[in-house]
């Protein structure tokens, strides 16, 4: 009897609550940038709206595709797909969490800067999207020897591009290198009692400045190991997961400078490389030495992308030293990140 079965996979579902995670999390973007630019007084704010319209969007594509699948003689229990079950666990944690935000709000203020990222309401809410926008992803995975088309692993992209921008929203303190000239430190002049301390911040910058570089490799190179050890990726997979992931969150950080191209740059260039290597040799666990290259040219390239438009519309205030070692850091990255995955327990 349907009654006891579970909903078979349903790509309109997929792709509806695909999109309506990277709504949300693109909604967090748009606050953040609100918090920087507009003044900021209450909790019911147009910014707010933003991503909570989205998960009022996804509630109803949930009601909707339970109710036909109900009609249709599944039970409760099944009404939607078996991998939306865990998906599931993330409504109520983001309205719990929506609900202590406001009160939060009420009791504490507004947070601004670092502190809108460390809010423990804010990382209970991309808690409850992480959750949410896992549904497309084990749809995908549960279906992957049919799902050899893009078409049919598009909607795991959108939840890998959620998965990273909320990545990069938590961290959005690490998300810019700040190489450009317009980042520089002040200059330091020598013989004057402020030149200890103005070494030391120039020191301090361009250390968290390299520091930046390896956690964005280690970030970037971890999404495409983790695909690529579970399907064989379409082409354009690993471009869309860059460019949804990556552009929303240089958007609400550019301001005036050239961010948000530099960034758009690097998620193609990345994106087209990655799945230029996918398709030629299927990198893999089991296929040592093209997982070991493909861990280190994906970060690689994006670090370079990176320093190569950031040189080229705003100069940098790196030294070829640190500009090279940083390049060769995130190699470094991708390459231990690629130990990690294909170790086996023996």
């Not at 203020?109 to 502190?115: K, R």
């Not at 519309?313 to 390459?335: E, Q």
């Amino acid at each position: 009897m349907l009654s006891q079965q579970t909903a078979p996979r349903s790509l309109a579902l997929d792709y509806a609550v695909g999109l309506c995670c990277v709504w949300i999390s693109s909604g967090f973007f748009l606050d953040a940038w609100a918090h920087g630019h507009v003044p900021v007084e209450s909790f019911f704010t147009p910014y707010h709206a933003a991503f909570y319209s989205g998960m009022l969007a996804l509630m109803l594509v949930f009601a909707g595709f339970a109710l036909r699948n109900r009609s249709r003689g599944y039970g409760w229990g099944g009404a939607l797909p078996r991998p939306y079950r865990l998906a599931l666990v993330g409504v109520p944690i983001f309205f719990a969490a929506g609900i202590g935000d406001m009160i939060w709000h009420r009791l504490f203020g507004l947070e601004e800067g670092v502190d809108a990222l460390l809010s423990p309401t804010h990382q209970v809410i991309g808690l409850g999207i992480f959750f949410l926008a896992s549904g497309p992803i084990r749809s995908v995975l549960a279906d992957r020897a049919r799902s050899t088309t893009l078409p049919l692993q598009l909607p795991l992209a959108l939840g890998l591009a959620t998965w990273l921008l909320l990545a990069h929203f938590g961290t959005a303190y690490a998300f810019d290198p700040a190489a450009g000239r317009t980042n520089a430190p002040p200059p330091i002049s020598p013989f004057t009692p402020d030149y200890l301390t103005a070494l030391g911040i120039g020191y301090y910058r361009v250390s968290i400045g390299v520091l930046i570089v390896i956690f964005q490799s280690a970030l970037v190179s971890g999404f495409a190991l983790w695909l690529v050890s579970r399907l064989r990726a379409c082409p354009g997979m690993l471009t869309l997961v860059y460019v949804i992931g990556n552009v929303p969150a240089a958007a609400a950080f550019t301001n005036h400078s050239n961010l948000l191209a530099i960034a758009a740059i690097q998620a193609l260039a990345t994106g087209i490389v990655g799945d230029a290597l996918v398709a030629r040799w299927d990198p893999q666990p089991e296929r040592v030495a093209t997982f070991r290259w493909f861990a280190v040219i994906v970060p690689m390239t994006y670090v370079g992308a990176y320093l190569v438009a950031t040189i080229l519309t705003d100069g940098t205030w790196w030294d070829w030293n640190v500009a090279l070692g940083a390049w060769i850091w995130s190699g470094v990255a991708g390459y231990a990140l690629s130990l990690v995955a294909s170790a086996r327990r023996a």
